[in-house]
């Protein structure tokens, strides 16, 4: 059975540009939550969403949104990027949730220059 | 507020020797708890979780021990191994279809041949 798989693995842009970074989840798995993690800090949880609806969010600012489709794989997306929203992006998916074991990709590693 | 905290942002460990990572929480909601390892470059990986109406999980050289009263749990790895060095997250959820995944900010672990 295939991991969870990210694209890109790595990203550099340049601040006020926006860029979408992309989960395709294990098959079956109707769950997909995304979490930025930066030098020293945990991961930040950012956004769930479970059959194409976000069923929860954390504390961050509008510019990153996501969204899922109907095969269940994600996009996440930072809008007007900023130097601080450079970070280690990652997809977690599982079959229902924070209640069953969340399987990681590898991240997104985003540098804004 | 830092509802999950690993306050010891490394431990070094003897080959052999029991390796020991603590993790308080202070939300009382929590009711499931789990371990992740991260090697540099990849995902976190899953490698054991406990549930609120244990007290001990164990899984090969992997034990988890909760005690709810003082909101602490800890990771036990005996043997520990140099392949276990890598980053410790603990992480925690409450009950809810819409509850979400509180991870601590990590522990570095360095097992010395």
């Known amino acids: 059975k295939a991991g969870v798989t990210q694209t890109p693995r790595y990203l550099i842009k340049t601040r006020g540009q926006q860029v979408t970074l992309s989960c395709s989840p294990i098959?079956?798995?109707?769950?997909v939550s995304w979490y930025q993690q930066t030098p020293g800090q945990g991961l930040q949880f950012l956004f769930e969403y479970f059959s194409e609806t976000q069923r929860n969010k954390g504390n961050f600012p509008g510019r990153f949104s996501g969204r899922q489709f109907s095969n269940s794989r994600s996009e996440m997306n930072v809008s007007t990027l900023e130097l601080g929203d450079s970070a280690l992006y990652l997809c977690a998916s599982s079959l229902q949730g924070a209640k069953n074991i969340q399987y990681f990709g590898a991240g997104t590693r985003l540098s804004v220059l | 507020d830092q509802q999950v905290k690993q306050n010891s942002p490394s431990l070094s460990v003897q080959e052999g020797r029991i390796s020991i990572l603590n993790c308080d929480y202070t939300n009382s909601m929590f009711d499931y708890f789990l371990w992740y390892k991260k090697y540099p470059a990849e995902g976190p990986t899953f490698l054991i979780s406990?549930?609120?109406?244990?007290d001990k999980n164990e899984d090969g050289r992997f034990t988890v021990f909760l005690n709810k009263s003082a909101k602490h749990l800890s990771l036990h790895i005996v043997p520990s191994q140099p392949g276990d060095s890598a980053v410790y997250f603990c992480a925690a959820s409450a009950s809810g279809a819409n509850s979400k995944l509180t991870f601590g900010k990590g522990i570095t672990l360095s097992v010395r041949p």
């Open positions: 098959s079956g798995h109707r769950s």
């Open positions: 406990i549930s609120s109406i244990k």
